[in-house]
């Protein structure tokens, strides 16, 4: 994940679209990107049909076009007149989540943004199909985010994309000179079920993981000013923990890397990222993804 140049931000007008319009603009202070495209999608003809029977001044589907755009221009001109940051107005119309696919995979934006509404029914499946079939990195937005950027969860496990989302995390908090927490969840070893390993066993499992985080911070050149927390899972869902750390550290985002081999599995089963999406953490959540790498298995997956 080299830029953020293009972003591609989701609106269905709907009240969540002063929040994404107005997360978009503070995102903005934090990395600049060069051109932001609006998006959205008339779910059918059907719908347009009726509102052109509702509204006696819209003769066409083309007028009714022309009033949703009109509405998306003024809320995004409120907050982008006079900016630098070339912005763009999309209106297509059919199934959402097939015209984000197939839009993000034309365009090829570096970043897209959609909002998350707590307690939305679907609101999961959808997620998770878009994360699967994307190639950019994902900003799911909530309701209640705040305009902040000063404290980062990036939930590591050691991995060169646990690296590039503590890296990215870093330069999110730059600005504001706020904190980065790696947070490493760890669980001990099956073979001890269902007894928990004696203090000296512990020890040495704790003494391993440490081993582990200095080569993972040798290897990646990882900054000296990053946070690292050890957390081990209990039970319940892992999301569960990443969740009441950032809680506890009063986090503005989360940023999770995502997979990215060749390996069929490592995409379409990247279970701890599926786990993410669907949890609802009122915090927005950042996945991010090598792009290229993502743009090759699906052009040879669906090849």
């Known amino acids: ?159 060169q994309e646990s690296a590039n989302s503590v890296n990215m995390s870093r330069k999110f908090v730059e600005p504001s000179g706020g904190d980065v927490i790696a947070q490493h969840i760890f669980k001990y070893p099956s073979h001890f079920f269902p007894y928990m390993p004696s203090d000296e066993e512990k020890n040495k499992i704790r003494n391993h993981i440490e081993e582990q985080k200095d080569e993972f911070i040798s290897e990646f050149d990882i900054s000296d000013d990053v946070d690292f927390v050890l957390t081990l899972h209990k039970e319940g869902r892992l999301g569960d923990d990443v969740y009441d750390e950032a809680v506890r550290n009063q986090a503005d985002l989360i940023a999770v890397g995502a997979k990215s081999s060749k390996k069929i599995t490592s995409i379409l089963r990247d279970d701890f990222t599926d786990k993410m999406t669907y949890y609802s953490f009122g915090i927005p959540l950042l996945i991010l993804k090598n792009k290229e790498k993502h743009q090759k298995f699906l052009k040879s997956l669906f090849s």
């Open 1 to 159: 994940m080299k830029n953020f140049d293009h972003w591609f931000v989701c609106l269905d007008l709907s009240k969540m679209d002063d929040i994404m319009v107005g997360y978009t603009k503070f995102l903005t202070s934090v990395i600049k990107p060069k051109t932001i495209s609006f998006l959205h999608v008339i779910e059918s003809s059907k719908v347009a049909k009726e509102m052109v029977e509702l509204f006696p001044d819209i003769d066409t589907n083309e007028d009714f076009e022309d009033v949703i755009r009109k509405e998306l221009k003024e809320k995004v001109e409120e907050h982008f007149e006079g900016d630098d940051i070339e912005t763009r107005i999309i209106i297509k119309e059919g199934r959402p989540t097939d015209q984000i696919i197939e839009m993000m995979n034309s365009l090829d934006p570096d970043l897209l943004m959609m909002g998350k509404k707590t307690g939305y029914v679907g609101e999961g499946v959808i997620a998770r199909r878009i994360v699967k079939y994307v190639p950019a990195s994902i900003l799911f937005v909530p309701e209640n985010s705040r305009y902040a950027m000063n404290t980062i969860l990036a939930p590591v496990d050691f991995s």
